[in-house]
């Protein structure tokens, strides 16, 4: 059964740094595309990076710059580090496998102050 569990959410000020974390299991990580979306009430879920089985990456214009997306196959797990976070970076964000989509976990909330 897959498992995709999202933390690192949290509360931050304008222009600080968050380190999402998306914990996999039940298929074998190192062959699937994995990325992170995020979501505001009321708006489409929309997709932020995304990373390669060989680790290429591309990012929604919005985060380009600031945000990174890594992953360890070791460890089955895919990290989204966000630097320089805005207040309309406020969202919960989600891990999901972007060619096979998954029942949607539960995310993890960032919120940004200003």
């Known amino acids: 059964q897959v498992q995709l569990v999202e933390s690192g959410g949290g509360l931050v000020q304008a222009g600080g740094s968050l380190r999402l974390s998306c914990a996999a299991s039940?298929?074998?990580?190192?062959?699937?595309?994995v990325a992170w979306y995020r979501q505001v009430p009321g708006w489409e879920r929309q997709l932020v990076a995304s990373?390669?089985?060989?680790?290429?990456?591309q990012y929604a214009d919005s985060v380009k710059g600031r945000f990174t997306i890594s992953r360890d196959n070791s460890k089955n797990i895919v990290h989204l580090q966000m630097n320089s976070l805005q207040p309309e970076d406020t969202a919960v964000y989600f891990c999901?496998?972007?060619?096979?989509?998954?029942?949607w976990g539960q995310g993890t909330q960032v919120t940004v102050s200003s």
């Open positions: 990373i390669g089985r060989r680790g290429t990456t």
């Open positions: 999901n496998l972007p060619y096979t989509l998954q029942p």
């Open positions: 039940g298929f074998s990580f190192g062959q699937y595309n």
